[in-house]
Nanobody, 125 residues
């Protein structure tokens, strides 16, 4: 099983990045894929999640609502996080995570099965 993030980098405030989480080794359509981030000295924070069973999306961090968009490409087994109007406070390591969906109305992010290695996002002011 692999979850591989890419797309991080250095960007100026107000700019955009699109992170990718390429997955392999499990049945993509049976899983929820979420994004977390961890800034230096802070706890890991859940950002967003998508259930590939039905396409429902969830956003957890109030600071990113309206700026970040999660999407999924089942043909590529890849989940994306489009990040617009980036702020220096968005600087963190971003991780994707996978969780098998057992109940369609259950939580999207609870009890992660697999983690990616993370990708650094740095937003300069």
């Amino acid at each position: 099983v692999q979850l591989v993030e890419s797309g991080g980098g250095l960007v100026q405030a107000g700019g955009s990045l699109r992170l990718s989480c390429a997955t392999s080794g499990f049945t993509f359509g049976d899983y929820a894929i979420g994004w977390y981030r961890q800034a230096p000295g802070q706890e890991r924070e859940a950002i967003s999640c998508i259930k590939n069973t039905d396409g429902r999306t969830y956003y957890y961090a109030s600071a990113v609502k309206g700026r970040f968009t999660i999407s999924s490409d089942r043909a590529k087994n890849t989940v994306y996080l489009q990040m617009d109007n980036l702020e220096p406070e968005d600087t963190a390591v971003y991780y994707c995570a996978g969780r098998k969906i057992h109940y369609s109305n259950g939580p999207c992010l609870s009890g992660i099965d697999y983690w990616g290695q993370g990708t650094q996002v740095t937003v300069s002011s």
